[in-house]
Nanobody, 113 residues
Framework: QVQLVESGGGLVQPGDSLRLACAAPGRIFNISDMSWYRQPPGKQREWVATIVPDGSTDYVDSVKGRFTISKGNAVYLQMNDLKSEDTAVYYC??????????WGQGTQVTVSS
């Protein structure tokens, strides 16, 4: 069983920044499309951002210009200018279409004044 481990969530004020991290086994990390999803309270899980093996990235419109996904020793989601509507549990996903899709346990991000 592949385990993804998210970290970096917390309680912040509007306008603040947070950086989430997702650790994954190297054999998975290097061949997967790595994504962040989030599930706001009372709502369905939604896609936030993806980085593919060649480094290309994509974002949901609501976070463009504020969030940045990147890869180093882990997959990171740098979140700037946070808004109350960014409050959610954030999940990491590693996917290789037709082969596997693995999820982390989630990390809570709360944006509140």
């Amino acid at each position: 069983q592949v385990q993804l481990v998210e970290s970096g969530g917390g309680l912040v004020q509007p306008g603040d920044s947070l950086r989430l991290a997702c650790a994954a086994p190297g054999r998975i990390f290097n061949i997967s499309d790595m994504s962040w999803y989030r599930q706001p309270p009372g709502k369905q899980r939604e896609w936030v951002a993806t980085i593919v093996p060649d480094g290309s990235t994509d974002y949901v419109d609501s976070v463009k210009g504020r969030f940045t996904i990147s890869k180093g020793n882990a997959v990171y989601l740098q979140m700037n200018d946070l808004k109350s509507e960014d409050t959610a549990v954030y999940y990491c996903n590693a996917k290789k279409l037709g082969f596997f899709s693995y999820w982390g346990q989630g990390t809570q991000v709360t944006v509140s004044s």
